[in-house]
């Protein structure tokens, strides 16, 4: 295997790290709206990711330079087509980080009010981007001779690429619905996995469709086995969490999660963009990736960074394992 290929591993499994992490951190955002009946029960919502949001985002920025260093023309035609849906995203992030920090500064109600909506919707608009942009990187974009693309915003809102983003929607609410009943106690844990039923059903539906649709246009072997686990995986976290039993419903649901990430990038491998207008113009990963000396001293830096970050992430979610409830919260 070329170092290029380990490195097209390598970033998918950082998006897959994200998507799990940030995955339950959105579906928890958008549940402050669904779920929560008060500001108590908002403010106990909060508090199961007030420790680990953060961390959590280190995944997109391993993710996003991991990609501008191994393979730059892929990073720039990605960051130029998909420039304002980017834009957008990172304006969401940069906000949902401020309303975590600032929402409980001042005690008015307007004020906290105020940044209880900021993070519901910077939650749920890059819960659904996410699949729109992975939808179009899957499905083809207008790439021309000179890697660039070289289509509209409206090219990008196509069928396919707004059911990825449904899927994806769906998806990490219900991941954040399953996290929230293992997370919390009493009442609002299960309200929790009542919901979480609710939303795997239609969850499930809308994955399956989606996944055969991308089977059918680019799969293989390899990712119809990824297809039948994200199935089998899905199926049985609901079923875990309508049985009461939270951990396995959410080692579920992130399996399902990454085996849905697998896919895409099985479809994808060995191209890394590929163009719609001429299959001779579409980005590999041989005329995308940067040269061999840069990719060995990238080797070498994640084999020894990666270890300390996995470690130190990890000590943070167990020192932070205990449930809250709204016995917890200060009236």
Same mark, same amino acid.
């Given at each position: ?153 409206? #090219?990008?809102?196509?069928?396919? %690429? !707004?059911?990825?983003? *449904? /899927?994806? @929607? ?6 954040? &619905? ?41 799969? #293989?072997?390899?990712?119809?086995? %990824? !297809?039948?686990?994200? *199935? /089998?995986? @899905? ?6 969490? &309508? ?89």
């Amino acid at each position: 295997m070329e170092l290029h290929d380990v490195w097209f591993v390598l970033i998918a499994v950082l998006w897959t790290g994200y998507f799990f992490l940030e995955g339950f951190d959105f579906g928890i955002g958008i549940l402050t709206k669904l779920l929560a009946r008060d500001r108590r029960e908002r403010r106990v919502l909060i508090n199961t990711i007030g420790p680990v949001w953060d961390g959590n985002e280190v995944w997109l920025l391993s993710a996003g330079g991991a990609t501008f260093a191994a393979f730059p023309e892929w990073y720039a035609t990605l960051f130029s087509g998909f420039y304002l849906p980017l834009l957008v995203i990172l304006v969401c992030l940069i906000l949902r980080g401020v309303a975590f920090e600032y929402r409980a500064k001042r005690p008015e109600e307007r004020w906290q009010t105020n940044w209880e909506h900021t993070i519901f919707w910077t939650s749920l608009i890059p819960a659904v981007l996410w699949g729109v942009a992975f939808g179009n990187i899957v499905r083809g974009v207008k790439i021309d001779a000179g890697m660039e693309y070289v289509g509209s915003l409206w #090219d990008l809102l196509n069928p396919y %690429a !707004l059911l990825g983003g *449904a /899927v994806t @929607l769906f998806l990490f609410t219900f991941h954040g &619905a399953v996290f929230a009943g293992l997370k919390t106690a009493g009442d609002i844990r299960r309200r929790a996995g009542a919901l979480a039923v609710r939303l795997g059903a239609v969850t499930a539906v809308l994955a399956l469709v989606f996944l055969v649709l991308t089977q059918i246009a680019n799969g #293989d072997r390899w990712s119809l086995a %990824a !297809l039948i686990v994200a *199935a /089998v995986s @899905l199926t049985a976290a609901i079923a875990a969490i &309508a049985a009461g039993r939270e951990g396995w419903s959410f080692g579920l649901s992130g399996l399902a999660i990454a085996a849905t990430v697998a896919m895409l990038f099985l479809t994808l491998f060995p191209n890394v963009m590929p163009s719609s207008l001429d299959d001779a113009w579409n980005l590999t990963v041989t005329n995308a990736s940067s040269s061999s000396y840069t990719l060995t001293i990238m080797t070498w830096c994640a084999g020894i960074a990666t270890p300390v970050v996995l470690l130190y992430q990890g000590w943070t979610y167990w020192v932070f394992r205990k449930r809250i409830g709204t016995q917890h919260i200060a009236e």
